[in-house]
């Protein structure tokens, strides 16, 4: 039941930075919920000290910081600056351990900074993003270690379309080029792909890292050697996706094996092709 003064409002009205809608609306946001009434100038002035949107913003982190703490505001909100289409509620939950009521009081802070397209937190403009990625991220190695985590984190998803999203992206993001290709060679990974026509993706992972897809996912079918049926149907799948790799004899070699596997006799005698 506080207002600003007339001084107050002329102070705010006539800095060139308040014609921006989003500058203006911050402003308020940092005086409505963190300014002491009695500091209410001082506050107006040091927000008002920003040069820019950007340095706007580092206030406003610092300012969360000293309200949430800094290693909390700086995991939750580096781990969704690093991830590559958001993270729900349950997932930064469990990507951090953090306190559900705590982390809702932090998301609601944020809320006109924040969007939640299918559920998932990301950032709704880039300057938030861009005060993250300088005051969390901008360690090389902090941020390759937030993308690792993610990238183990997703390895492990049940959901395969979030894995398939997630996974190789941060392996990718983080350099791993190893590990970029053995979940790549993931079978599961490559049925999802392929049913859900996102196989162009994979093309651009392997391309990235320079690895052979042929000897990878070889190593990968090995596995199921001993269920023919199954090692059929996933040898067809990667048959066919390394014909659009243009690697015509691995592919050709694959696609004989099947062959081979489908004429063979199965349960009273029928072919095992049947069973494909």
Same mark, same amino acid.
């Given at each position: 039941r506080k207002s600003l003064g007339q001084r107050q409002l002329e102070n705010i009205a006539k800095d060139p930075k308040a014609s921006s809608p989003l500058?203006? %609306?911050?402003?308020?946001?940092?005086?409505?919920?963190?300014?002491?009434?009695?500091?209410?100038?001082e506050t107006i002035e040091h927000y008002l000290g920003a040069s820019d949107l950007d340095e706007l913003f580092q206030f406003v982190l610092?300012?969360?910081?000293?309200?949430?703490?800094?290693?909390?505001?700086?995991?939750i909100l580096g781990f969704i600056a690093a991830s590559r289409r958001g993270l729900s509620e349950p997932e930064l939950i469990e990507l951090t351990h953090a306190e559900r009521t705590k982390?809702?009081?932090?998301?609601?802070?944020?809320?006109?900074?924040?969007?939640?397209?299918?559920? %998932?937190?990301?950032?709704?403009?880039?300057?938030?993003?861009?005060?993250?990625?300088?005051?969390?991220?901008?360690?090389?190695?902090?941020?390759?270690?937030?993308? %690792?985590?993610?990238?183990l984190f997703f390895g492990k998803h049940t959901m395969m379309a979030r894995r398939f999203e997630e996974e190789?992206?941060?392996?990718?993001?983080?350099?791993?080029?190893?590990k970029l290709a053995e979940c790549l060679a993931n079978l599961d990974l490559l049925a999802y792909a392929v049913d859900n026509r996102q196989d162009h993706e994979l093309l651009q992972y392997w391309s990235a890292s320079g690895q052979s897809a042929e000897e990878h996912y070889k190593a990968s079918l090995e596995a199921l050697e001993v269920q023919p049926v199954e090692y059929a149907k996933a040898a067809l799948r990667v048959s066919e996706f390394l014909t659009t790799r243009s690697e015509y004899a691995a592919?050709?070699?694959?696609?004989?094996?099947?062959?081979?596997?489908?004429? %063979?006799?199965?349960?009273?005698?029928?072919?095992?092709?049947?069973a494909l």
């Open positions: 500058f203006l %609306r911050t402003l308020l946001e940092e005086l409505r919920i963190a300014a002491d009434f009695d500091l209410l100038s610092e300012r969360m910081e000293s309200d949430y703490g800094a290693d909390f505001v700086s995991s982390l809702s009081v932090l998301l609601l802070a944020l809320d006109y900074h924040l969007m939640k397209p299918d559920g %998932r937190y990301t950032f709704f403009h880039d300057y938030l993003r861009r005060a993250v990625q300088r005051r969390y991220l901008a360690n090389p190695l902090i941020e390759r270690e937030r993308h %690792r985590k993610l990238a190789p992206w941060q392996w990718n993001a983080c350099g791993d080029k190893r592919a050709e070699s694959l696609a004989s094996e099947v062959l081979t596997i489908c004429e %063979r006799p199965g349960v009273e005698g029928a072919p095992l092709g049947e």
